[in-house]
């Protein structure tokens, strides 16, 4: 590589750490630098690929160029969190639903438009109408709500000289705590983030508090005690207003997050406040760090599970550090359930929030600074606890602060449930937001994805893609939080969980889970990502995926992060017409697999289809774990009893747990049979049919077997111990169609008697004698178990044919029947035909 391509390539590595007009900078001369290291290459291949890259950074550059056209509206406030350019505009209907979700517990939290003005600041003192509940163990040390000046002032006037700057401006290092209120999250949050926010020219806090000095980023005392917090949650920033009145406590225990180091400092119990109103009050139900920090900050949130075996230990060391370093992610971990006395040997509090302070690697060893939030909470007891020093030492120039402590990131491995990171949005140069409204399915639809929501996505380079799911706040979810549980996961999980599938689909909409390119994690948390990996000019499909969401309703925003232009819309069906039907497996007609002799009582429709084209058949059921299974037969619409790979039109395969879907690109017009069937006999539950075709066809229910036919139950058959073969005399008056069913029949037997297993065959003969027809028979003219029992295809026969030839029900056996003699069992055989029909007595034939 030569120096000017190395320079050009530093030039174009900036591109995705700026924004705005930094970015159309870097593009512009990163695109000079390669034409020079193009025109002064030695080898062809290198002009011509030096120049193709100078071309793509041109294409870039002329993006960036639009966006920043657009970008005369974007507020200071954004150019100072320097935030990606945004890629697409909202519509009006989208629009909507941001409106709809602005109020929250009898609060409206307007979107952002604009950073207040300073008169907002001044006038009479300000006092919030909102409702702050606090929990029955909040509320025993509660002494009401109490603005600066009785809280940290002695009653002076917060705007005096002496007592200002000590609200506003910490003294010593920040040491933030939490005590008496549940909100360990978000305590950890702002440990974890403070060196983004305390206050410098770099300060995330003046664009994310207010009033604040934009030049220092240093928070300032309202003088009428109004204060207003930008925050991102429910699809946008949004505008969170708050009073200065903080909960003041009976007694030394804290209500509200404080400084150990800066006793008087409150705008760290500000911005906890502002949070705790978007969330519900101090009465906190429990979150984790990376949707606090998503809505504190805006910061993208991703969960990484540690005891996944998915994770690849190093490389994310090496990633997050790195990130680290440049402060453009910041750290927190997360505890699962511990017992008393694992958190007693760990020093460790189970369903606990920590921050990470910093990061250390130096010969191998690889080590995380942590703090517990709590303000008297337990520390790392484990490997390498003793080397971490209450006071300075040559290795940890810094005397380490109470609830504070080094450990090794193979014990955070081992000992963590989850590490969250919010990473900088700045890390990337184009994002887009799509809002939607999701109205859960009937159950019978849940195992399926016909009516999840669905995005194509095409980028315009191969590079990295984060695809961000947030689902909003509403107040039923709060409601049901707060019906506590045995643990903190166990109230999360009733909230229920939600992921992220992406498919290599040409962009349309999938109705099953198979063949996805990506599976993100179930998690229980607002807010799931995926970094995915995007080909130049492939239509990916992305779908949001849920289990057990308890609400009929949600609303949703998916952001798309990239560093190149991405083409996303709603995916469109390849089907344009869908007809749907529910049916039920009853008692009557659950009646299993295709071997199985019941299989022809299972549900089953009659399709017209008026067109030739393609078709699609979706069963789906309400209990996810049911195996189950559709045919399309070629039965012209009537009941199907048996099937043969030659009458089916197509299958869905395998029995699959949930759903099953069948396709045929092109059939012709006509009626066809769809049969619906589980796995076993006898196992119940309700279901959707979801047929789709390109025009609207005919869905209607085959009667079940024997429906509108008389049904002629014959005496029992018993063979004697050395008969082999009985028949019965069939008459009839006329023409008629008719089946036989025969069934092995049970009767009480005693204990420890062997059961009989007989092989039969049951036959419909005409004539006698060398002339003699068979009109059908069971198992197609073999002998087979009876097992459940066998059946004859449906055939015609003719009262002269019968009056002249003679009709019998011929049923032979393969060898004796001791058994079934011993215990009186015997074979149940059943008519069902279109007109009567007369049946004679068995009488044996002589083999």
Known sequence: MSAIEAKAKAREDQISRTSGQDALDNAIAAADLYIKAANSAKFDADKVRLKKKCNEIILLAERLKKIALLGDSVSQVEKRLKVPCIARQIPTSEKIILLRNSKLHGSTFPPWEADP????FAGDPFSDTSDFPLSDRQLAFFAGWKRPSDLVGNGQDVGTCKVEPRLMEPQDDYDLIQDVTTDCSVVASLCASMKNLRPGPASLLSALMFPTDSETGQPKVSANGRYVFRMYFNGCFRKVVIDDRLPSSSTSRALYVVDRQNSRLIWPALLEKAYLKVRGGYDFPGSNSGTDLWVLTGWVPQQLFLQSDEIEFGRTWSRVKKAFDYGDVVVTLGTGHLSMAEEETLGLVGEHDYAVLDMSESSGSRRMLVKNPWCDGLVWKGVGSSDTPERATDDHPKKLKPGSFWISFDDVLQNFESLYLNWNPALFTERQDHHFTWELPQTSMAASFAYNPQYSMAAAASGSTWILLNRHFQDDELEIAKSRSTTLSATSNKLGFMSLYIFDNKGERVQLSDKSIYRGPFVDSPQTLAPFEAKRGVKYTIVVVQQALPLPKYSFTMSFFSRCALDVRPAEHNIKSYTEIQGSWTGRT????????TYLQNPQFAITVPTPGPLSILLSTDKENLAVHVDLVWAGGR?????????????????????????VPSVDAGTYTVVCSTFEPGQLADFTLRVGSMVPCKISVVPPDGAGRLRTQLPTLVFGHSEQKKRAALTLSRLTRATIVLMRKHTASAPGTPRSHPTVRLGVELGRGPDKGVLAATGEGEFKEVGMGLRTAEFDVDPRMAQNRGLWIVVE?????????????????????ETPIHVGPWETVDS
């Open 117 to 120: 003005h300073p008169d907002e």
């Open 590 to 597: 659950a009646g299993g697999n295709a071997a199985s002799p």
């Open 639 to 663: 009941r199907v009893t048996a099937v043969t790979v030659r009458d089916l039109v197509s299958t869905s395969g395998e029995y699959r747990r949930g759903c099953a879907l069948a396709q």
């Open 813 to 833: 056996q393969i060898g004796s029947g001791p058994y079934m003699a011993a215990t009186d069992e015997g074979l149940s055989i059943e008519v069902l035909s």
